[in-house]
């Protein structure tokens, strides 16, 4: 079957996987990691395309007429709450023109047995990019599809929500050749071609506002991930983003990952991270494996809040972490969620007085959002601060989605994009950039996204 893995054209640049959909916050764009992950499962059976509006900049015209050029029979597409309105115009033009539509996104993870309900044109919604749930039902054997909502012939809508109790997965080596080359951003790679890679699918831990909390854990074999690391390397990448959302949860086998790629010796790269994971022999295993920054959340300054959402670490051990990792040589960037229901003026100046504290290389804030399928999700709607109706929202910032106990949504807006200003511009801040830049590239990716950050929080 000829199948289409689509990323869809958007007004804005739309960061839509791994089950999160928002606004990029500067200009960064990196892989869709769930179309990259599927992309090896549907190329071993299917004649398959990639297109990545976003990355290519395409129109909606533009790309329905590259679409058209590939006359796919299905469709297998990315959508997000970020970008609903559009996607659901968007494709269901598409299967007016009698193709089948799949599609994966957080708008869909939760109510798809309803949103199926209201969209004719989707034949089914995967909640799941790491099985053989899309090679199933594109060929319409419905018996084993575990994590999926699908309608059956009799036009009935079935959600298959098995227990995501499997501890490893495997799948075939994602086609990153089928990418387009150019277009994606990364503001903290070093080098311009990189690859983003996933060593583990969602995550052990329970943060009770983060949809990856939700999917399982599991691992990939780490030989399947040095297979598709070296066949990147062979085409010339040498610089990685692991998506995995907490790297080093199995210690020795990242240390093993590590081992391999010191090996190797010849990538650099990023990761996320916790806190609470980040001793010094993983540390030290990364740095000498090419590690050069490290994403941590930090989340909050007060420790009610990080036990109220259940992150499991005290602000204290942030700030020792932190430390840690910048003895090691590390960049670090800090994320953090503002705009929870207690959040107040004070206790988002105590946030950015943490931020400044840590010494970060660059902070990250993000806008608490009423995620589909998670704990958080269903206290707002008992508190009364998000309808079942809402489906629209962008914790990038460029709205607030929620108000909190003592803040409306506009003063909201207002104080974090005066965090942002006052956090990227201190004179210390950019001297210590501007020292810190490693090459052309790198200074040029910093003005441009630096710029495109201060834009959005002017
Ligand atoms: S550790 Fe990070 S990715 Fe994992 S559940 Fe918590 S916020 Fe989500």
């Known amino acids: 079957m000829r199948v289409l893995l689509l990323n869809p054209p958007g007004e804005r640049v739309y960061i839509r996987d791994y089950f999160c959909s928002k606004t990029s916050k500067s200009n960064y764009l990196f892989h869709p990691v769930d179309l990259l992950v599927l992309s090896g499962t549907?190329?071993?059976?299917?004649e398959l395309s990639v297109l990545d509006c976003i990355a290519e900049g395409l129109s909606p015209r533009a790309a329905e007429a590259r679409i058209d050029t590939v006359a796919p029979e299905a469709v297998v597409s990315?959508?997000?709450?970020?970008?609903?309105?559009e996607d659901r115009v968007f494709l269901a033009r598409q299967a007016r023109r009698g193709r089948r539509i799949l599609a994966i996104g957080d708008v869909l993870h939760g109510d798809a047995a309803l949103r199926l309900a209201e969209e004719p044109w989707l034949e089914a919604a995967l909640d799941d990019f790491a099985n053989e749930d899309v090679i199933k039902l594109l060929a319409g054997e419905?018996?084993?599809?575990?994590?999926?909502t699908f309608r059956v012939p009799s036009g009935e809508i079935v959600t298959r929500e098995e227990p995501r109790s499997a501890k490893s997965f495997r799948v075939p080596r994602p086609r990153h050749e089928l990418f387009p080359s150019r277009g994606y951003r990364f503001s903290f790679s070093r080098k311009k071609t990189f690859a983003t890679v996933l060593t583990d699918y969602g995550c052990p831990y329970p943060c009770s506002f983060c949809v990856i909390s939700t999917l399982g854990f599991r691992v990939r074999?780490?030989?399947?991930?040095?297979?598709?690391?070296?066949a990147l390397r062979a085409a010339g990448v040498r610089e990685l983003f692991f998506m995995d959302q907490t790297f080093g949860v199995q210690e020795q086998r990242a240390l093993e990952?590590?081992?391999?790629?010191?090996?190797?010796?010849?990538?650099?790269w990023t990761a996320f991270s916790r806190p609470d994971r980040v001793g010094d022999e993983l540390l030290s295993a990364m740095a000498r494996a090419g590690c050069h920054t490290l994403i941590m959340g930090v989340e909050s300054a007060s420790d009610e809040l990080l036990a109220l959402y259940e992150k499991g670490y005290t602000v204290s051990l942030v700030v020792e972490a932190f430390a840690r990792v910048r003895r090691h040589g590390l960049r670090t960037v800090g994320?953090?969620?503002?705009?929870?229901?207690?959040?107040?003026?004070?206790?988002?100046?105590?946030?950015?007085?943490?931020?400044?504290?840590l010494e970060l290389d660059f902070m990250s804030l993000n806008m608490a959002v009423p995620r589909f399928g998670t704990p958080f999700r269903a206290r707002a709607l008992d508190l009364g601060l998000t309808g079942s109706n809402d489906l629209v929202?962008?914790?990038?910032?460029?709205?607030?989605?929620?108000?909190?106990?003592?803040?409306?949504?506009a003063t909201m807006l207002r104080l974090k994009k005066r965090m942002v200003r006052r956090f990227y511009l201190r004179p210390s801040f950019l001297g210590r950039r501007l020292l810190a830049v490693g090459s052309w590239h790198e200074a040029l990716a910093?003005?441009?996204e630096g710029l495109a950050l201060l834009r959005r929080n002017a």
């Open 446 to 448: 910093q003005v441009r």
């Open 142 to 148: 419905h018996a084993g599809v575990q994590q999926a």
């Open 78 to 85: 990315l959508v997000g709450s970020v970008s609903w309105e």
């Open 393 to 409: 929202m962008d914790q990038a910032g460029t709205q607030a989605t929620l108000s909190t106990s003592t803040l409306d949504r």
């Open 257 to 268: 990952l590590c081992a391999a790629l010191e090996e190797r010796g010849d990538l650099s």
């Open 221 to 230: 074999a780490v030989e399947d991930v040095l297979e598709e690391i070296d």
């Open 42 to 46: 549907l190329a071993e059976e299917h």
């Open 335 to 357: 994320t953090f969620i503002i705009g929870l229901p207690e959040e107040s003026e004070a206790s988002l100046r105590a946030t950015l007085e943490l931020a400044l504290k």
